[in-house]
């Protein structure tokens, strides 16, 4: 193919969707640019980046269920900033694969079907990922579309691990460990790889909005803090994490919550939130002086902590800790307390280094190395997207 060719990707969220444009150079995919648009602001608009300049582009398309008419404007106002129609392929991120699909696959109808299948697993995201590929089916049939999966990565963790102390009849039918966020630790093993072979052991912490960590031994998922569902594990901006079921079947029985309560009460309003009762936002959160702001923090780092020690004992030794994502990636403030918190593991932080967020923040003495990495979700789908496009 011409390298002139271009392939997008879409990684869509619960409210945001990540617009990647990659030439396709070779054997490689190289990003040229990347837009955003977030639907929860008003006007919406598509925020792009090519190169050194920034493009705020509003757009007059009413967001629909199938969103047919923002992808159009989408696909029109590209046209203005790259050669648009030399578009080959789409690739998409999908939370969830099931037990079905390890790897990243080409979409045609039954795929999609199959995808869709899942949503069961994935109620707030999968629906997300699914509007864009069939608004590009209906805009663009002939585009190739392909799909790449948060779950797959983890599909190399031990049944053991996996399962959860409930009838095997329920773990038979899916009731299980999937965990998560498998894009972005694909891309952090990587890196791990090139610039910290010896890193054999390691934590990997993404913190984001969504917030989850993952135990790689060489590479390889072994563990992951996010289970059966996104809920699981840390504690995220409006997400729990960990919670005992016994506080589900209380809500339920002596609060008489609906089902959809108790789905608003989990996924939008506990978290950081609901501890602080002030924002979703460490940032803003380590700025406020309220007593409630500072709890919020100090439960997650100390949750963080205590699931860094869990994957120790998974993983028989720890070598290195990762920090990636918006918060992993940009906040020392949180590093620090995580890093506080696992001293007796011999953890200990240069603060000069941590405060610049250097590849290496941790200190020549520390028994523990310490990394902060970029990560890039969207160069992983595009990676995915072109190699099935080569094996055609």
């Not at 203005?80 to 392929?89: F, G, K, N, S, W």
């Not at 240069?350 to 160069?379: C, M, Y």
Request: hydrophobic share 45%; with cysteine.
């Amino acid at each position: 193919m011409p390298s002139t060719d271009l392939l997008l990707t879409f990684n869509a969220g619960s409210s945001t969707v990540k617009i990647g444009i990659f030439a396709m150079d070779g054997a490689a995919a190289r990003r040229i640019g990347k837009g955003v648009i977030d639907f929860r602001a008003e006007p919406l608009s598509l925020d792009l980046t090519k190169g050194s300049q920034t493009f705020e582009m509003p757009l007059k398309a009413e967001v629909t269920d199938d969103l047919h008419g923002v992808v159009d404007e989408v696909f029109a106002l590209l046209a203005d900033h790259v050669d648009i129609t030399a578009t080959r392929a789409a690739g998409h991120r999908v939370v969830h694969g099931g037990d079905r699909f390890t790897k990243a696959i080409a979409l045609d109808a039954a795929a999609i079907d199959a995808v869709d299948a899942l949503t069961p697993l994935a109620p707030l995201h999968q629906p997300q990922a699914l509007r864009f590929i069939r608004a590009l089916r209906h805009l663009k049939p002939h585009l190739a579309q392909t799909a790449s999966f948060d779950t797959a990565f983890h599909a190399t963790q031990d049944d053991l691990v996996r399962r959860f102390a409930i009838p095997r009849a329920l773990h038979d039918e899916g009731v299980k460990r999937y965990g998560f966020h498998g894009l972005s630790y694909k891309f952090i093993a990587a890196v791990l790889a090139s610039k910290a072979p010896r890193a054999a052991k390691a934590v990997v912490a993404h913190f984001g909005s969504g917030a989850s960590l993952c135990a790689l031994d060489d590479g390889v998922s072994r563990d992951c803090s996010m289970g059966f569902s996104t809920l699981d594990g840390i504690p995220m901006a409006t997400r729990p994490g960990w919670l005992d079921a016994g506080v589900i079947l209380h809500l339920a029985g002596e609060k008489k919550q609906s089902f959809r309560e108790i789905e608003d009460l989990l996924y939008h309003r506990s978290g950081l939130l609901g501890v602080s009762g002030i924002s979703t936002d460490t940032r803003e959160l380590l700025k406020d002086g309220q007593p409630e702001a500072r709890q919020a923090i100090d439960l997650f780092t100390l949750r963080i902590a205590g699931e860094i020690g869990r994957m120790a004992a998974t993983l028989n030794g720890l070598d290195t800790i990762v920090f990636t994502a918006g918060i992993g990636e940009h906040q020392p403030e949180i590093r620090n307390g995580v890093a506080k918190r696992l001293s007796w593991l011999g953890l200990a932080i240069d603060e000069k280094a941590n405060a610049a967020g250097d590849f290496t923040i941790s200190t020549g003495e520390s028994r523990i190395a310490a990394h902060v990495i970029a990560t890039d979700e969207e160069q992983v789908i595009a990676d995915e997207a072109l190699s099935i496009l080569r094996s055609d």
